[in-house]
């Protein structure tokens, strides 16, 4: 079924990703959507706005990130098979959000738009698009699930030293599903001078297309480090999704390449047959949710069933409509890990390679474990080590039965 | 003629603006929803728009949000949507049902207009649905003469005005602001100015809509546009009210202050084609 171009540019045009993607949202922001895919077709083809991206990314992210291999996490708990990292952890801010809110911060500038806002839920993206709000002077305001607010502390604080204004959403769910509606609403009523900077592959046109786009140097890079270092193209390509940014960044190099396996890692919370978890693709159904068609968790009525995971980056019950594509056509491949097998994962690297992993990033560390086991000694997989665990500590002291971490020290 | 054509006729024979009053089915509970959606037609309104609540109202304010909620914990379902829109139905008063789009393409989306004109209804306005993702939608609401009620903004061009209304039929729903729903102390000068542009790509009715919540409001709207829509004034009165009773005979008095808004200014002009 991998068909080789698996979007035709036309459908990419409308917005479309097969029957996925789209645009579901109140009349009132058809406009800026509009203006938004103008300014972003533009950007595209302004040598200018690529090589100040480029000077960004190389002088403030310190782009090219490295591919580390992971030589002892590789021989001893992945069955023996080459496992490379690429470190997207060791960007600006910790991780891979940051490549997607330069590129919109950026725009943002273009179209003469002097506020952004934002959702997280890690608190990363919220992190990275405070911090692009402070290097280009724009205002910003970052809406955060209260739960997510309570075991992300640590970017709470890095959000407003950074000087953001951090709202806590209290609707719902108050995580990240709910701080997207907060920011939708906000938006609407402030379109005119607001640019949304949206932190992942999700959302109506054109944001699945565009944060893409500014993520594939994420692949464009890797694909290249590793023939470089292995002399071949990888066997498989291992990432977490969430909304899946990090996932279609990798992705996108090897889509072209049928002989390389592409695995997104769901978050399985505590089971998927528990019913807690956030694995849209084992657990969910077609659906719309915030802008687009794609694969959400629902009930049988269409109310969107709240999600569960370790992970506040990826407890979210839909997914970008370009991933539920490729799930259907089967060019990439989803299973779900749960809290379990990633913080599992999460040791495991501590201890072979001296990394601290995003919580996040370590769903895909477990789902290397399983493909090495399964691929044997003679595979390479490629991993997106898409951030580190600073954020994380906290939660993971707990988890272990370590000391718990003083809450000063986290900066609450 | 389907009965919100008839409502929009009537009106326009009396030369007022219809009143048009929302609330969500199921809310505070199954029963007194009926209650006080009947109230509002006794006391003046002429089109009930009944909301199917949902989990995630990206479009709504904290009050309507806070009763879809409500409304969600009674357990609430589409089918009760629809049932409730029936009951409502038998006043005589044209029914539509307000939805966001995943609970109707859950449903299916023929099953829903089919199920919701055999219960009496006879439209649905569908606020993040736009005309270019509604094909399946567009050919089933045909087939039952079910009403396609779309939105349009302060911020769309001209030529969205027209796609936009061309792929509606009933009336068109124009937002008065650029924001969520809500309560306004004033409604913004930007709807008088959207009527008219609406008015120059379509015969259709235009009914005005976001934050109005007074007779004052509702005839300062009469004085151009077809329709008047509230909700979240409604609302509040029952979040406020100690007891139904109470809250029956509140929405009652605000529909009546409403009804005799729509009527206190006359349309100058009929729409320019
Ligand atoms: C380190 C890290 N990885 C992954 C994610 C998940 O997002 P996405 O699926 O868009 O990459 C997040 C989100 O917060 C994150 O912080």
């Not at chain 1, 035709?8 to 009132?28: I, W």
């Not at chain 1, 944001?207 to 140097?217: E, G, L």
């Not at chain 1, 590793?226 to 279609?248: E, I, Q, T, Y």
């Not at chain 2, 609406?198 to 005839?219: C, I």
């Amino acid at each position: 079924m991998a068909s080789k171009n698996v979007v035709t540019s036309e459908e990419v045009a409308k917005g479309h990703f097969g029957p996925y993607g789209g645009r579901f949202v109140p009349e009132a922001l058809t406009a800026a959507l509009d203006g938004l895919d103008e300014a972003f077709a533009q950007a595209m083809a302004d040598p200018g706005f690529h090589a100040e991206l480029e000077r960004l990314q190389r002088t403030y992210v310190g782009r090219p990130s490295p591919l580390t291999e992971a030589v002892r996490f590789g021989q001893e708990h992945c069955g023996g098979a080459r496992v490379y990292l690429k470190r997207e952890d060791l960007n600006h801010t910790g991780s891979h959000k940051i490549n997607n809110v330069l590129g919109q911060a950026l725009l943002t500038v273009r179209m003469g738009k002097k506020r952004v806002i934002a959702e997280t839920g890690a608190g990363q993206h919220g992190v990275a698009t405070a911090t692009a709000a402070a290097l280009l002077g724009l205002e910003c305001v970052v809406y955060m699930g209260e739960e997510d607010t309570r075991r992300q502390a640590l970017n709470v604080a890095r959000m407003r030293l950074l000087g953001a204004t951090v709202v806590p959403v209290t609707a719902g769910s108050r995580t990240l599903k709910d701080a997207i509606n907060e920011a939708m609403r906000d938006w609407v009523t402030t379109v005119d001078e607001t640019h949304y900077i949206l932190g992942t592959v999700t959302g109506p046109s054109p944001f699945p297309t565009m944060v893409r786009a500014f993520q594939s140097i994420i692949g464009q890079e890797a694909r290249e480090q590793v023939l470089a270092a292995a002399g071949r193209l990888p066997d498989a390509v291992a990432a977490c999704v969430g909304g899946g940014s990090n996932a279609m960044g990798i992705f996108a190099a090897f889509l072209d390449d049928p002989a390389v396996r592409l695995w997104g890692f769901e978050a399985g919370g505590d089971g998927v047959e528990t019913g807690r978890h956030a694995a849209r693709f084992a657990g969910g159904a077609p659906g719309v949710l915030h802008g687009a068609r794609t694969y959400v968790m629902q009930d049988e009525w269409g109310q969107t069933v709240p999600s569960h995971s370790i992970s506040a980056g990826l407890d979210y019950p839909g997914v970008g409509p370009e991933h539920a594509w490729l799930h259907d056509t089967g060019r990439a491949e989803y299973a779900p890990v749960t809290d379990a097998e990633a913080m599992d994962a999460f040791e495991r690297l501590c201890r072979t390679e001296g990394i601290i992993p995003a919580i996040e990033t370590a769903h895909a560390l477990a789902g290397a474990m399983r493909l090495g086991r399964d691929l044997g000694p003679d595979a390479i997989i490629l991993v997106n080590l898409s951030g580190r665990g600073d954020k994380d500590v906290a939660t993971a002291a707990r988890w272990f039965g370590l000391p718990a971490v003083d809450e000063a020290a986290e900066g609450r | 003629m389907t009965a919100l054509a008839d409502a929009f006729a009537r009106a326009r024979a009396e030369e007022r603006a219809a009143l048009i009053g929302y609330l969500p089915a199921g809310f505070p509970n199954r029963e007194d929803s009926v209650r006080l959606m009947r109230a509002m037609v006794e006391a003046g309104v002429d089109i009930v728009e009944v909301g199917l609540p949902y989990s995630d109202p990206l479009m709504d304010g904290p009050v309507i949000q806070a009763a879809a909620d409500q409304a969600l914990r009674g357990g609430t379902t589409p089918a009760d949507v629809i049932a409730i829109a029936g009951d409502v139905a038998k006043t005589g008063a044209a029914t539509v049902v307000m939805s966001y789009w995943n609970p109707v393409e859950r449903f299916g989306v023929e099953a829903f207009a089919r199920d919701l004109a055999a219960a009496g209804g006879c439209g649905v306005i569908t606020p993040d649905l736009t005309p270019e993702e509604s094909a399946a939608w567009a050919a089933a609401t045909r087939e039952h003469d079910i009403d396609r009620v779309y939105l349009v903004a302060p911020s769309s061009t001209d030529e969205r005005l027209r796609t936009v209304s061309d792929a509606c039929t009933g009336f068109v729903y124009a937002a008065s602001t650029m924001g969520v729903t809500g309560a306004r102390s004033s409604v913004s000068g930007a709807a008088e100015a959207l009527v008219a542009r609406v008015r120059r790509v379509t015969d259709l009715p235009v009914a005005v809509g976001l934050g109005v919540s007074t007779g004052e409001q509702a005839a300062e709207i009469a004085a151009y546009a077809d329709g008047v829509i509230v909700g979240s004034a409604f609302i509040r009165l029952v979040l406020d009210a100690p007891g139904i009773e109470e809250a029956e005979s509140s929405v009652a008095g605000l529909a009546r202050e409403l009804a005799a808004g729509v009527r206190r200014r006359r349309i100058d002009a009929g729409p320019v084609t």
